[in-house]
């Protein structure tokens, strides 16, 4: 049930990109990107909720293949600040719980 | 509104305590969910409100673990008899439940180390 993230850690040099994916084996009825930092809690990226969707703002995007049940989250001409783990958190349709994969690791360098 | 806000951040307790952990989430949220995140891994569920009325419950939540929400405004999380794999980071979110799924957002956790 859980969301299946790839790739499980990345490391960039600052101004490159990245993508990472999650996928699910059930039907789902949206998706969330969180970042988490050391220490700190999950904050919220975005949601999407339809199939075929795409949100961004500033330089991470992201896109939610209903059909395949995948999305994937992109972070283009990365910064120090996108460091951190990325979640993807999936809602199963006819489903209000929000279940999160295991985390994909990004780590930018200057 | 601040947020989210847990208290208290930090516990240290010996095996076989009972600990309680309360979750403030903001105050136009009626939906309510704790979650338990361990080093390396993503938030796992264990339980959600809507307003007063607990509607999950996590399969992996032992009879230890209990939740309340008895105002449908904040929550508490009470684990009994704990034991060392109990030690965790609980995380409490909130959101609003509209026509659609909203993003939850996330208090700062309780870490629980148990000794």
């Known amino acids: 049930q859980q969301p299946v993230q790839s790739p499980q850690a990345v490391i960039l040099r600052e101004g490159e990109d990245a993508v990472i994916n999650c996928s699910s084996s059930?039907?789902?009825?949206?998706v969330h990107w969180y970042r988490q930092k050391h220490g700190e809690a999950p904050v919220f990226l975005m949601i999407?909720?339809?199939?075929?969707e795409q949100k961004g703002h500033d330089k991470i995007s992201a896109s939610f293949n209903e059909k395949k049940q995948q999305s994937s989250l992109y972070l283009t001409a990365s910064q120090l600040s996108y460091s951190g783990t990325y979640f993807c958190?999936?809602?199963?349709?006819?489903?209000?719980?929000?279940?999160f994969g295991a985390g994909t690791r990004l780590f930018v360098k200057a | 509104d601040t947020g989210v806000s847990q208290d208290p951040r930090h516990k240290i307790t010996k095996r076989g305590q009972n600990v309680t952990f309360r979750c403030d989430p903001i105050?136009?949220?009626?939906?309510l969910y704790w979650y338990r995140q361990t080093l390396g891994q993503g938030p796992e569920f264990l339980t959600y409100?809507?307003?007063?009325?607990?509607?999950?419950k996590s399969r992996l939540l032992s009879d230890r673990f209990s939740a309340e929400r008895p105002k449908g405004s904040f929550s508490t999380l009470e684990i009994q008899r704990t034991e060392q794999g109990d030690s965790a980071m609980y995380l409490c979110?909130?959101?609003?439940?509209?026509?659609?799924?909203?993003?939850?957002?996330f208090g700062q956790g309780t870490r629980l180390t148990v000794v």
């Open positions: 999407l909720l339809k199939g075929g």
């Open positions: 409100f809507q307003n007063e009325a607990q509607l999950e």
């Open positions: 105050s136009e949220h009626n939906r």
């Open positions: 059930k039907a789902l009825y949206s």
């Open positions: 958190g999936t809602v199963p349709a006819g489903g209000f719980k929000t279940i």
């Open positions: 979110a909130s959101s609003f439940s509209g026509e659609m799924n909203t993003e939850a957002f």
